[in-house]
């Protein structure tokens, strides 16, 4: 009764209300039996989450046990698979229909607790939605002519072009001077004409230029990277590179630069690599947007087979708060 009344009470302006096994386990009995007789009273929506495997439905189960094995007044049950939806239905007696399929989320804003800058970042420019990411930190007055920025941007216009949602994020350092802001302007505007908008080609020095103009702390960079799975690296030339380090301690997919031959001593035989030109060789292309796009092709096809990559970016794409509540919770609301 008591339980009742607090139900009554507190329920009168809500339209929608979701519980989490109150009517399924046998000590939350006094709510279920609640739960029941509100619902035969009034025209609130219920969404029962549950998360246990549901057992048998009993067969001489008697009241008010028996309750706890029947779906209420305008209900709907909602459980963690597909799998077990024939099991969940059979164990209230309803049919499939009545059983919506909700998972989990893990979402890297929480899992990894990210900075502030991060979650900034995920937030304005979508990144979780992105098929492919890269960081690439970098001194911005070298971003072009020593490492090589306008290639990454050939390369992820031809991912672009072929179908892929990308962020190319530059982690831009030294980037407070009139020189260093001409050349992000004329790269940006590279970039722009190759088909890449501001969403897609981000420097970290635009996001709070009085913050971030130096730099940005490398917790950033760590966590950036590991939200990325792809590290195209066309420097012209590198001794021991950390950020190439980083990478690789992220799990990203290396794509180097076979003209800086000292790239092969840590990339080894875990990379992809392709002559980009260096201080000791300089390539001249028959058709460079050619070998972009045949560059591009390769990637993607890297990126389909590699396991590991796969299942990290589908967790990022589809288990994260905001797809979750989009396609399998939002249309709940919809619904009844």
Known sequence: TKAYEAFKKHTKDIDIIIEHDLIFQGWFLPYCMAIHKLAEETDIKWFHWIHSVPSQRPTDCKYPHNLRYTLPKNSKLVYLNNFHIIRVAEAYGVFPKDVRVVYNPVDPRLFWN?????????????????DIIQTYPLSTPRMVAGKGLNTVIDIFAKLK????????????????????KQLIAETISYASQKGLNQTELIFTSLEDISKYEPG?????????????NLFVFPSISENCSLILLEAMLSGNLLVLNESVGSMKEFGKGNALYFKFGGIDEQINYDDKEKFMEDVAKIINSELTVNKSIKVANQIKQNFNYDKIFKDQIEPLFYEM
Not at 164 to 179: M, P, S, T, Y
Not at 216 to 228: G, M
């Open 161 to 180: 072009g072929q179908g892929k949602n990308i962020r190319l994020i530059v982690c831009n350092a030294h980037a407070n001077d009139r020189r260093e």
């Open 114 to 130: 990210l900075h502030p800058l991060v979650e900034q970042l995920i937030d304005k420019y979508d990144l979780l939605s992105a």
């Open 216 to 228: 940005v702390p490398r917790e950033v960079v760590s966590q950036l990277f590991q939200l990325s």
